[in-house]
């Protein structure tokens, strides 16, 4: 089983950034792909980007693409998305979560970690 634990979430000014931290544990050897979720308050949760975990082949939602960047560290079990250029839209509690192949779907993922809160104020 995989565990995940998000880091790195906060309250920052529209324009600024942020860098999320998903540290990956467990038996991983499963693990086709990472993607980066959220849930923004009042609306179902949506795919941000996420990560091939074979060639490291990179996928954003429109509404992300050229602000926000996935990068990982293998030494470090873990996968980072950097947040730059924040608007007040991106507000969410943002979640990672693991599957055996990529996929912008929720229910593709078998494990979630536990979310952790990004708030960007106008």
């Known amino acids: 089983q995989v565990q995940l634990v998000e880091s790195g979430g906060g309250l920052v000014q529209a324009g600024g950034s942020l860098r999320l931290s998903c540290a990956k544990s467990g038996r991983t050897f499963s693990v086709g792909a990472l993607g980066w979720f959220r849930r923004a308050p009042g609306k179902e949760r949506e795919f941000v980007g996420g990560i091939a975990w074979i060639g490291g082949s990179t996928y954003y939602a429109d509404s992300v693409k050229g602000r926000f960047t996935i990068s990982r560290d293998n030494a470090k079990n873990t996968v980072y998305l950097q947040m730059n250029s924040l608007k007040p839209e991106d507000t969410a509690v943002y979640y990672c979560?693991?599957?055996?192949?990529?996929?912008?779907?929720?229910?593709?993922?078998?494990?979630w970690g536990q979310g952790t809160q990004v708030t960007v104020s106008s």
């Open positions: 979560a693991v599957g055996p192949v990529f996929s912008t779907a929720n229910e593709e993922y078998s494990a």
